[in-house]
Every structure is written in C-alpha cells, then in structure tokens.
C-alpha cells in the first residue's frame, strides 16, 4: 500500500461496486443481544467473534477482513491528525480548553432531545476522543488562518412576505413594496420585522452572508444581501418562499467592534474550508510514508506493529483495528455468519457451482473495470483472486437458494415501432410531443390499411435499434433494462397481437405487436426463452435471498461477540 492507492481506496468503482454489492449485507437480521463487545485486537483476536450451531467464525478472520478492506481510510485520517498536530505545534498553535467547551455545549445543544453521552456510546466513542475530534476541528482553520483571502461579507436581517396557498404572488409583492415605502419614510426596520415578517426566523437575523455560503438562503436573495452597502434596505426580492426586504446592518469593512469577533470566526471557521484540505494534503505529501502491506496480514501471525510510518512517527496497527471492529466489526461479522449459513444449506441441498459460472463473471467484471486492469481493482479493494471467486460463489450460491421459489412469468417475444418525440430545447417539448403523437396516428392508419407491421417497423426503426427491424426480444416482467410502461403493455399481450393504442414512453409513443409468447413460441425461440427465463429469475431470487438467509440465521443458534 501506499500514499496513492490510500487516496484511491477512497473512490469506489462502478464495476467493482458489482462485486462489493454482496459484502453490504444481504439481511436485515440483526445481530440481537450478544454478550459483549469485541475489545482491543490482542485480547480478542484469537476468540470468536460469533458462533453459529458450535462453529466458530473466528474474530481473526473479522479482524483481518476489517483490516484489509477498511484500514485505508482509517490510516489516511490518524496520518491527517498527526501532521496537522504535528504542524500546529511547530507554529505555536494551541486550543484553549474553553474554546473546546464552548464547541461541545454548542454540540449537545444541536443533538438535543438526544444526549450527546448517549450519541457518542451509538458510535463507540469517548468523551475524551471526542474531545480530541473537537481539537482537531479547531485546530484545522488556525492552521490556514494565515492563508485566507476575505470574501466580502455582510450581517444582514430580512422581512418576508410569503405567497402561495392563502396570498397571491402578487399581492405579497404589493404588500412587500408597501412595507419598503413606510421603512423609506422613517418606521423602524426591526419594528416591522417583528411585527409582518413570516420568516422562519421571527428576529429576521440570516447571519454573516458570503459567496458560497452553506446556508438556506434563496440565490437571488443572497446576490441582493451580497450587492447591499451598511444601512441600505434592498428592493422586494422574489425567492421560493415569498418576497424579501433585505438589510445589510454591517459589512465585512464597516461593522462596530463588538462584531470582530463575528467576522474574524466566519473568516477563519467558514472561509477556511476551503484552504484547509489543500493545506493538509501537501502537509502530508511533504512527509515521507511507509505502510504496511495485505501481504503483512496473514492468518495466525501476529499483526504488525505499525500501519504507516509517517517520518519516523508510528500510526499503531492496534489502534487502527480498534477503530476498524468498533466501525465495521458488526456489518462484517454478520457477513461471515450468513457466508457460513448459505454455505452450509447448499452442501446440504447438493447446490454446487460450476467453476465455469465464475469464470464467466470474472471475465464479465475485467471488462468492466476496463481501463482499469482487474488486478488493479483488486488491489485498491484489498481482495485477491481466490476471494473474488469465493464472493461471486457466494453470489451464485445465494441465488440458486432461491430460484426454485421463482415460478416463470408470462413473456413475449416482441417487435416495436416507436416514434421519437424528439426535442431542441425544454420550450420546444410540446410541440414535438404531438409531431410524434400525429405521427404514431398516422402509422396506425397504415396498419389498418392493410399495411405488415414488421414491414412499418422497419422502415421506422430508430438509429440505435441494433436489429434494424424493431425486435425488442423476449420482454419479461419488471424488466429494469425497457422502458416500464413498454413492459407492461408487452407482458399482457399473446402471439400475434398489435397493441390497440399508442403507448406513451419517456421518449415518444410505441406500438408492439406479439411476435410470439412463452406459451406459444416455435422451438428455434426455446433458447431466447430460457435466457429470458434465467434473467428474470435472477432478479427476483434478488429479492428472496434476504428474507431466505434471514430465515436460515433464525433457524440457527447464533452467538455474536461483536455487535453494535
């Protein structure tokens, strides 16, 4: 491993996410009340970490797996945390314990009704590391706070006048306009807002506003506040909710002292958002870093003592395992308990899985992550060849389980014409809406004339229908590939019919016509059928295999050791 592929770890292909889908978790079962637990690596690591009907899945195998497929991310943070400390204390730069506590008191006033010892048990974390997260947050924008150019800022406070169910646009805006002209001609600003503003905030205060801002605030309303000098009352501006009198009590050049602090904390906490990732990065490309290897994590040898080595300092594998079981020791312990499970059942039922199957799959996924060599994906994802074919076993397994509860569907075999409504721009939508609608019209009276559909099908086949002659196939059920409304009109028909009306699609109107059904197909069709078949099967087994494996984990006496 090293700096890049940590960075790379943290980017999730498309077709890899194929492969992963299966290590999310399948089942809704939970856990239950286990015993306790797991504690650190050393006193854990060689116990279990559940025990399904007296086998053992061994908190070494959850721990190595949490290891290799977690620690990247993990590493990359504790290495973030030592340079910027690191740096900190070479300037200087120190947190004083009030301003820690004022963070927190402001925390457990965000997390209220719920407490914050309460949230910080859920997540399997300390008083004490909360506070050292708290630390850090502080720490990050005085790292850059040299760094930061001010953006233009103003402390503004606003009267709203809504419109919508009960008020007419224009009504508020009269209303709007009318409060503006009693403001010019001397009533009190904050009078009015206390008195007609139905804003969300009954003072009117919107806070320090800045480009960028990550607040609620509408943008026609935040360029208005942004354009405005000290003392100046903006026009009626129309945002989603209704019309907004804006007044800009300060700005970032003329405000009175009692606002520096206001100003220099929006500057460092808000603006510096956007320094601080570029400064830790190059913080932490300027050091020299080491790390430990999948190859390091082999079964029944202890772990080794670092994860990274960053400039002589050690990032502790033990650490780093602690944070990796407390995060993902759950999910990936439940897992290795459905992976047994589904193993056991199919030995039991005489399932077995060609080496073929997988083979195919493999082939399928290389292409996939193309550019990107499969090796190369394996790589970042911390698995091997072995472990990919034994997860898309596990992929087969869990559908053969269940694909003798799928019983076939009605499906047609079908040819389509299908008329594009083919818009330049969103004000020309309805007008090539009906060019189409008259279009697919007229198409119907030629076939009423007497005119072949798979004649007319092929003289308007579109551009990307590869077969030129409008066979869609063999369309079954719930097909996620078609258009669902083609689908549903397709799977009501039998062999031989056109469909009466025009179907409305995403893109035009359609007309089918049944070539064929699975009742009543010719035998050179048998094959397009039965792949068919498969591919229906294969997306609702889907569906059954979380409620199947759910239902063999009840059926088990199951002990967890690691839970939430």
């Not at 060689?46 to 899945?57: E, K, R, S």
């Not at 061994?58 to 590493?75: G, Q, S, T």
């Not at 830790?280 to 082999?298: G, N, P, R």
């Not at 559909?453 to 079954?476: I, N, T």
Request: proline fraction near 4%.
């Amino acid at each position: 491993m090293n700096l890049r592929m940590i960075k790379r770890s943290l980017i999730v292909g498309t077709a890899l996410l194929l492969h992963f889908s299966i290590q999310a978790g399948t089942t809704n079962t939970s856990a239950g009340d286990a015993a306790s637990a797991g504690a650190s690596a050393n006193s854990t690591i060689t116990n279990a970490a559940a025990i399904v009907d007296g086998h053992v899945i061994p908190m070494e195998d959850v721990a190595l797996k949490c290891l290799r497929e977690n620690r990247a991310f993990i590493v990359g943070q504790m290495i973030q945390v030592y340079v910027l400390d690191r740096e900190c204390q070479k300037r200087g730069i120190t947190v004083a314990a009030a301003e820690m506590d004022k963070y927190i008191a402001q925390w457990r006033t965000n997390l209220a009704p719920a407490t914050l010892e309460d949230t910080l048990k859920k997540s399997h974390v300390t008083m004490a590391q909360a506070r050292d997260d708290v630390r850090i947050e502080i720490e990050k924008p005085l790292l850059v706070a040299d760094q930061i150019k001010l953006l233009p800022m103003v402390h503004c406070r606003e009267l709203v006048v809504t419109f919508g169910s009960s008020r007419s646009e224009s009504n508020a805006l009269a209303m709007a306009t009318d409060f503006r002209r009693q403001i010019a001609e001397g009533a009190d600003f904050d009078a009015m807002v206390a008195r007609h503003s139905e804003g969300g905030n009954k003072s009117g205060d919107m806070g320090l506003l800045y480009d960028h801002v990550l607040s609620s605030v509408d943008a026609p309303v935040l360029a208005a506040a942004l354009a405005l000098k000290q003392g100046e009352i903006s026009p009626p501006i129309k945002a989603s909710d209704g019309y907004h009198l804006i007044k800009a009590d300060s700005t970032h050049d003329h405000h009175p002292p009692t606002e520096d602090a206001l100003y220099a904390d929006a500057a460092r906490r808000h603006q510096g958002m956007f320094e601080i990732p570029q400064a830790i990065a190059a913080l932490t490309d300027q050091s020299k870093i080491t790390f430990a290897e999948d190859s390091d994590l082999v079964p029944g040898k202890p772990l080794p003592e670092a994860a990274a080595v960053v400039d002589g300092h050690l990032i502790p594998m033990k650490d780093v395992l602690d944070k990796c079981l407390a995060m993902y020791g759950t999910k990936l312990t439940h897992i290795l308990v459905q992976n047994y499970v589904v193993d056991r059942e199919c030995e039991k039922r005489g399932i077995t899985v060609k080496e073929s199957e997988i083979d195919e799959r493999v082939e399928a996924l290389r292409k996939q992550c193309a550019p990107m060599t499969l090796e190369e994906g394996m790589k970042i994802h911390h698995t091997t060849m072995a472990g990919l074919r034994y997860d898309f076993r596990q992929e087969i397994e869990r559908t053969q389980l269940v694909i003798d509860q799928v019983k076939p569907p009605h499906m047609v075999h079908v040819r389509i014409i299908l008329v594009k409504a083919d818009a330049v721009s969103q004000s020309d939508v309805e007008r090539a809406d009906r060019d189409a609608k008259a279009r697919i019209t007229a198409i119907q009276e030629q076939l009423k004339a007497g005119k072949r559909f798979e004649d007319l099908a092929v003289q308007y086949c579109v551009s990307d229908d590869p077969s030129k002659s409008g066979d869609m196939g063999v369309v079954f059920p719930n097909n996620p590939d078609l258009d669902t409304d083609i689908v549903n009109a397709a799977t009501t028909m039998k062999k031989g019919e056109i469909s009466s009306t025009p179907i409305k699609t995403y893109n035009g109107y359609a007309l089918l016509q049944a070539i064929s059904d699975s009742d009543n197909h010719p035998g050179d069709e048998d094959a397009a059928y039965a792949r068919a078949l498969s591919g229906y099967r294969s997306l609702v087994a889907q569906r059954l295999v979380s409620q199947t494996i759910g239902g063999l984990i009840k059926k088990s006496n199951v002990v967890y050791f690691v839970h939430s």
